[in-house]
């Protein structure tokens, strides 16, 4: 078991730059992959970034390369998700997800065996 808990969303005005945290307890951390997906009003949940279990490996989605950042810290078993130049349609619950069998992580919802509640980020114009 893996329990995951969202924290750090907010509202922040376009062009600014927000962090959310991802705190994991249960099943050691490195056990599992972790990745960040969001889902904007109205849409289906989308990938945002993901995080090998080794902590190596990171991908992006196309819309956030080169602005979000993924990273861990191992002593606070947190994974952070970085997010500057952030933009109207960053507007979204940002979840955070863990894959105990895609270890070097995955861009499908699909794959991911347990999810975070759920942080809200809105970015005004």
């Known amino acids: 078991q893996v329990q995951l808990a969202e924290s750090g969303g907010g509202l922040v005005q376009a062009g600014g730059s927000l962090r959310v945290s991802c705190k994991a307890s249960?099943?050691?951390?490195?056990?599992?992959?972790v990745g960040w997906f969001r889902q904007p009003p109205g849409n289906v949940r989308q990938f945002v970034a993901v995080?090998?279990?080794?902590?190596?490996?990171?991908d992006y989605g196309d819309s956030v390369k080169g602005r979000f950042t993924i990273s861990r810290d191992n002593a606070k078993s947190t994974v952070y998700l970085q997010m500057n130049s952030l933009k109207p349609e960053d507007t979204a619950v940002y979840f955070c997800a863990a894959s105990t069998t895609h270890l070097d992580g995955s861009l499908y919802h699909g794959h991911y065996d347990y999810w975070g509640q759920g942080a809200q980020v809105t970015v005004s114009s």
């Open positions: 995080l090998s279990a080794s902590g190596r490996r990171a």
């Open positions: 249960g099943r050691a951390f490195g056990a599992y992959s």
